[in-house]
């Protein structure tokens, strides 16, 4: 069994900062890709960064400059730092893993963050 446990949200003000992290434990072989993805009330889940095993990363245009997506190997963990967070950036934050062989996707259970003053 896989758990991807996520910490690090909760209630902030605009232009605040948060650090998500997700930990990935339970029988695992190898852990490729590692995501956060985000979903705001009405809207359709999104991708919001990713970040491959060498650490070449990728990030939505809404949030490039302001996030930094990174992943501690020996730890299977993946973080989300955020800064100068805005509004619109309010959502559940879902980490999610991609492990391989054989071919898996796991997804976090969410968790808020709430942009607001």
């Known amino acids: 069994q896989v758990h991807l446990v996520e910490s690090g949200g909760g209630l902030v003000q605009p232009g605040g900062s948060l650090r998500l992290s997700c930990t990935v434990s339970?029988?695992?072989?190898?852990?490729?890709?590692m995501a956060w993805h985000r979903q705001a009330p009405g809207k359709e889940r999104e991708l919001v960064a990713v970040i491959v095993s060498t650490g070449n990363t990728h990030y939505a245009e809404s949030v490039k400059d302001r996030f930094t997506i990174s992943r501690d190997n020996a730890k299977n963990t993946v973080y989300l730092q955020m800064n100068s967070l805005k509004v619109e950036d309010t959502a559940v934050y879902y980490c999610?893993?991609?492990?391989?062989?054989?071919?898996?996707?796991?997804w976090g259970q969410g968790t808020q963050v709430t942009v607001s003053s």
């Open positions: 339970g029988r695992i072989s190898s852990i490729g890709h």
């Open positions: 999610y893993v991609y492990t391989f062989p054989p071919a898996r996707d796991y």
